[in-house]
């Protein structure tokens, strides 16, 4: 039984979720570098392009061979602009779980890329990839993102109190960690019921050829 992800490609009606790519660099370390990317996760910042580079041509990929995870560039299927990635972490393929996470770009905030590109890679983990579980987490505080796993099917399960670290800007124009709760939802095939017609009519996905 395999334990690492394939190179995929997966379509929906308005996006291409892909391996991440050099190209993307200036967009990725641009989108990395938001006020709502450095509250709400623990990316380095400033987060520079050399960053980005590392990221695309060290990190993802070694995620990848090492069946730890799968990092996703999110882009528009029209412009092929870089609208976000949706990242699979923690991947346990005896239990067959694993963690979803998602950054969209400030610009593309508001047009539920966030939900559809989570979707589309919850149908696949679990059709293609036979996996049973997907967990979210999020910060207590972060509704947009809690919107998000309730658009796509998620289940509360509780509360992880005291868990989270988010970050807030101090008067002199840094940043300060912030304790928090986390907010724990689970995702399972069940869940998707009825959703999976919508995906299949949106193109469904696609192997994507040698990617280093």
């Not at 609208?83 to 770009?105: C, F, M, N, P």
């Not at 996996?131 to 509360?156: H, M, P, W, Y």
Request: hydrophobic share 40%; aromatic share 10%; net charge negative.
């Amino acid at each position: 039984m395999n334990s690492t992800f394939p190179n995929i490609s997966i379509s929906t009606e308005r996006l291409v979720l892909r391996p991440l790519e050099e190209d993307d660099v200036p967009a990725l370390a641009a989108m990395m570098n938001d006020e709502q990317v450095a509250a709400w996760t623990d990316v380095p910042q400033p987060f520079s392009e050399d960053g980005a580079r590392a990221w695309i041509t060290e990190y993802a990929p070694a995620e990848r061979t090492a069946g730890r995870g799968l990092d996703l560039a999110v882009t528009e299927f029209l412009t092929q602009r870089l609208v976000g990635v949706v990242q699979l972490t923690k991947a346990d393929w005896h239990v067959r779980s694993a963690e979803l996470s998602y950054i969209v770009a400030p610009w593309a905030r508001g047009e539920g890329y966030a939900a559809e590109a989570a979707l589309a890679t919850a149908q696949w983990l679990f059709g293609d990839q036979k996996f049973e579980r997907i967990e979210l987490r999020t910060a207590a505080d972060n509704t947009a993102s809690q919107q998000v796993a309730q658009k796509i099917g998620c289940i509360s399960e509780g509360v992880l109190r005291n868990a989270c670290i988010a970050h807030v800007r101090t008067e002199d124009g840094t940043w300060t960690d912030l304790r928090t709760d986390f907010i724990v939802w689970s995702l399972l095939p069940e869940d998707l019921e009825g959703a999976g017609e919508q995906f299949a009519e949106s193109g469904g996905y696609t192997s994507f050829p040698e990617w280093n």
